[in-house]
């Protein structure tokens, strides 16, 4: 069996070690409707903070104030 290091390991590879499946990234108002929309499709909602640095594509307009977006993970409700 192997030993995970949760130390050296990813949050976002914590997360999908857990069950998360990372969704996408958005702030208000949007926000409250995408985890509305995931939670009538009986999914639980985990909010992470927005990391600019762990982001792909093009992300220069949300650099600007980073602390206004949160990355939506979901998972089936058990």
């Known amino acids: 069996m192997a030993i995970i290091n949760l130390v050296d390991m990813s949050r976002e590879h914590e997360l999908i070690q857990a069950g998360w499946t990372r969704q996408s990234t958005h702030d208000e108002p949007r926000l409250s409707d995408v985890i509305e929309a995931y939670a009538e499709m009986d999914m639980e909602v985990h909010l992470e ?30």
Do not use: H, Q, W
Request: glycine share 4%; aromatic share 10%; net charge neutral.
């Open 49 to 78: 903070p927005f990391d600019p640095n762990e982001e792909k594509g093009c992300i220069e307009c949300m650099r600007v104030s980073p602390e206004k977006y949160k990355t939506i993970y979901t998972r089936p409700l058990a």
